[in-house]
């Protein structure tokens, strides 16, 4: 998720759409449908599970392959898939979700990043993921923390949100806090919107904002944390598409040591779009560089 910013509150004024942080507040349905099915309702028909566990012993869940296949299963049956991904349950959208489609047909996908998090995130330990996405960050790691952990996963957009709402209901699980807010440099609102038909690529509007844009409520990383009562913070992954420093140098600076996580997880693919070189920013306080993906660079604080 990138975040662009809106004209933002006071200083410390609350937000003005302050109301839907957790999804005790939100309205939306789970699965953005009037009446959600229940999970196991839009399982793979033989011919999709088929296709799907061809995928995933094969070169094909690459993701030059996905949007092909996505394509393909599509038309067996048009709709979601509910499926069992990294020990937890999803309804993937794949039809236009790089993300969905990527955990659908990749059972490996982003697991050196998941695998890191792990490593770096102990039994009722604390996780933070800043742009949840559909949480395939944020179940996966649910597990690892157990019930006496906490997961604290930070969705902006209410069509993500409700998607995330409804893989968590469906998992079980209740360690996890869900904060329908984008985490931001301070506390307000921000507009978001949609490039093309990937959902999981919306990002903040700087500048003009298309028809397309929508105002969801911004609160600065700090503040979600003491909310959800965090007082240290294991690991922190952040996909936030190039808004990444306005969230991270701010919290730093501000924030109390105790609460600089152990580890992150940042994507890099979007750093053109920095304002602050925020990884140089974590190195001057003490991280370490310790690998480096296609898309992510981990960290660690010595």
Same mark, same amino acid.
């Given at each position: 998720?990138?975040?662009?910013?809106?004209?933002?509150?006071?200083?410390?004024?609350?937000?003005?759409?302050?109301?839907?942080?957790?999804?005790?507040?939100?309205?939306?349905?789970?699965?953005?449908?009037?009446?959600?099915?229940?999970?196991?309702?839009?399982?793979? !028909?033989?011919? $999709?599970?088929?296709?799907?566990?061809?995928?995933?012993?094969?070169?094909?869940?690459? +993701?030059?392959?996905?949007?092909?296949?996505?394509?393909?299963?599509?038309?067996?049956?048009?709709?979601?898939?509910?499926?069992?991904? $990294?020990?937890?349950?999803?309804?993937?959208?794949?039809? &236009?979700?790089?993300?969905?489609?990527?955990?659908?047909?990749?059972?490996?996908?982003?697991?050196?990043?998941?695998?890191?998090?792990? &490593?770096?995130?102990?039994?009722?330990?604390?996780?933070?993921?800043?742009?949840?996405?559909?949480?395939?960050?944020?179940?996966?790691?649910?597990?690892?923390?157990?019930?006496?952990?906490?997961?604290?996963?930070?969705?902006?957009?209410?069509?993500?949100?409700?998607?995330?709402?409804?893989?968590?209901?469906? !998992? +079980?699980?209740? $360690?996890?806090?869900?904060?329908?807010?984008?985490?931001?440099?301070?506390?307000?609102?921000?507009?978001?919107?949609?490039?093309?038909?990937?959902?999981?690529? !919306?990002?903040?509007?700087?500048?003009?904002?298309?028809?397309?844009?929508?105002?969801?409520? !911004?609160?600065?990383? $700090?503040?979600?944390?003491? @909310?959800?009562?965090?007082?240290?913070?294991?690991?922190?992954?952040?996909?936030? @598409?190039?808004?990444?420093?306005?969230?991270?140098?701010?919290?730093?600076?501000?924030?109390?040591?105790?609460?600089?996580?152990?580890?992150?997880?940042?994507?890099?693919?979007?750093?053109? @779009?920095?304002?602050?070189?925020?990884?140089?920013?974590?190195?001057?306080?003490?991280?370490?560089?310790?690998?480096?993906?296609?898309?992510?660079?981990?960290?660690?604080?010595?």
């Amino acid at each position: 998720m990138t975040y662009k910013p809106a004209k933002p509150l006071e200083p410390h004024a609350k937000p003005a759409m302050h109301a839907p942080l957790s999804t005790e507040d939100i309205s939306l349905k789970p699965d953005n449908d009037p009446a959600p099915a229940p999970f196991g309702a839009f399982a793979p !028909s033989a011919a $999709q599970a088929a296709i799907i566990a061809l995928a995933h012993r094969s070169r094909l869940k690459r +993701g030059a392959f996905r949007p092909m296949l996505s394509r393909l299963v599509n038309l067996l049956r048009a709709g979601p898939l509910d499926v069992h991904y $990294q020990g937890a349950s999803f309804r993937f959208y794949h039809q &236009a979700s790089a993300t969905e489609r990527g955990a659908l047909f990749n059972p490996d996908y982003n697991v050196e990043e998941l695998d890191f998090l792990r &490593a770096h995130t102990p039994a009722g330990g604390v996780f933070v993921d800043v742009g949840a996405n559909v949480g395939t960050y944020a179940l996966a790691l649910a597990r690892q923390v157990g019930a006496a952990g906490k997961v604290i996963a930070i969705e902006p957009h209410p069509v993500t949100h409700a998607r995330l709402a409804f893989n968590n209901a469906a !998992s +079980g699980y209740t $360690q996890i806090r869900l904060f329908a807010a984008a985490a931001g440099p301070a506390d307000g609102e921000l507009m978001i919107e949609t490039d093309g038909d990937n959902l999981g690529a !919306s990002h903040i509007v700087s500048g003009q904002s298309s028809n397309k844009a929508i105002r969801v409520p !911004s609160l600065r990383l $700090q503040r979600i944390l003491d @909310e959800a009562g965090a007082s240290h913070v294991d690991a922190l992954k952040i996909d936030v @598409e190039g808004f990444e420093d306005r969230v991270l140098t701010g919290f730093f600076k501000e924030a109390p040591q105790a609460l600089w996580p152990r580890a992150v997880v940042i994507e890099h693919l979007s750093s053109k @779009e920095w304002q602050n070189d925020c990884i140089a920013d974590m190195r001057a306080r003490g991280y370490a560089e310790t690998g480096r993906t296609r898309s992510n660079t981990l960290l660690v604080r010595g």
